[in-house]
């Protein structure tokens, strides 16, 4: 059981939006930054967003991250077929002084 | 640009011991402000943090692998290493070298390498 909790299947269809959410507690997200990363089938994960709403150089401001409290979001707009993809929410975890996932989030692009 | 390759054994026996190295090129190892991880994936699961090492030698092991498990660096081959003991089924998945900056923004990986623990 992962300590980041994130549904485990989104969908929408091509050019629209969808949000992915990422819960942890005080200890993790309420403490730390958050950032978020894309694996494609049989591929490494890539970063998306970084310090919970910071793209990183070639990433299009299609993806954007937001954080609240304990809780954290990934929004993707405009979206596309190549954006199908497991999507992890990760930070620091002070209480158990480890880096914590979320159990990934399967996007579907109908 | 920097680029981190996975190479060791493919497979292992049950209570032996997993190693594998990560190589770093286009970088230091040695750079300031960055740690050195390694994450593992098994077949169909989510990724999980294994444990992070920064160019001085400091390590952080996830508690669950912790009695288990060893990170070391040669900064003279821009190196790092992991060795996990007592391995079992449990054990195989898809490890990943890493890096790190202090937010944990892992901006470089390696492309992984598959290591099955199987008699």
């Known amino acids: 059981q992962s300590v980041l909790t994130q549904p485990p299947s989104v969908s929408a269809a091509p050019g629209q939006k969808v949000t992915i959410s990422c819960s942890g507690s005080?200890?993790?997200?309420?403490?730390?930054?958050v950032s978020w990363y894309q694996q494609l089938p049989g591929t490494a994960p890539k970063l998306l967003i970084y310090d919970n709403n910071e793209r990183p150089s070639g990433i299009p401001d299609r993806f954007s991250g937001s954080k609240s409290g304990t809780s954290a979001t990934l929004g993707i707009t405009g979206l596309q077929t190549g954006d199908e993809a497991d999507y992890y929410c990760v930070t620091w975890d002070s209480s158990l002084g480890a880096v914590v996932f979320g159990g990934g989030t399967k996007l579907t692009v109908l | 640009q920097l680029q981190l390759q996975e190479s060791g054994p493919g497979l292992v026996r049950p209570s032996e011991t997993l190693s594998l190295t990560c190589t770093v090129s286009g970088g230091s190892i040695s750079s300031t402000n960055y740690y050195w991880d390694w994450f593992r994936q098994p077949p169909g699961k989510g990724l999980e943090w294994v444990g992070s090492i920064y160019y001085s030698g400091s390590t952080y092991y996830t508690p669950s692998l912790k009695s288990r498990l060893t990170i070391s660096v040669d900064t003279s081959k821009n190196q790092f290493s992991l060795k996990l003991s007592s391995v079992t089924a449990a054990d195989t998945a898809v490890y990943y070298c890493?890096?790190?900056?202090?937010?944990?923004?892992?901006?470089?990986w390696g492309q992984g390498a598959l290591v099955t623990v199987s008699s």
């Open positions: 890493a890096r790190h900056a202090p937010s944990v923004a892992i901006d470089y």
């Open positions: 005080s200890s993790n997200i309420g403490a730390n930054y």
